[in-house]
């Protein structure tokens, strides 16, 4: 039984939902087009350095959103598949027990 306890806990579904609409605007995932037809095009005449210093910095705000959700769903599956080897492998180790328990008490 020490085997559960070390089983780590899942985060509450809305925990996530938060942590990925806050981060980011999920629109831009369920829609699945590239980022250049969600981006519209800026020409290259008349952007002002203001206003692209001002786009660059909401695009890098972007993209540290998108990095931070890329890395807590990449660690949200590792840990995912390691429960399930783990849970994989309790259960190897009471089909095997339960196997063996009818041979012990036919020899008692």
Do not use: C
């Not at 089983?7 to 087009?33: G, S």
């Not at 972007?62 to 429960?83: C, G, H, P, W």
């Not at 009471?94 to 020899?107: A, C, G, H, I, Y």
């Amino acid at each position: 039984m020490h085997h559960l306890e070390n089983i780590v806990r899942p985060q509450k579904k809305e925990d996530l939902k938060t942590t990925i609409t806050t981060t980011t605007d999920t629109k831009n995932f369920q829609n699945k087009k590239s980022v250049t037809a969600i981006t519209p095009k800026i020409p290259n005449f008349g952007l002002r350095k203001k206003e692209a210093r001002e786009e660059v910095q909401k695009l890098q705000k972007k993209i540290m959103a998108l990095q931070t959700v890329k890395e807590f769903v990449n660690s949200s599956y590792d840990n995912s598949f390691s429960r399930y080897w783990e849970a994989e492998e309790q259960i190897k180790e009471f089909q095997e027990r339960v196997s063996t328990l009818p041979m012990k008490l036919e020899k008692l």
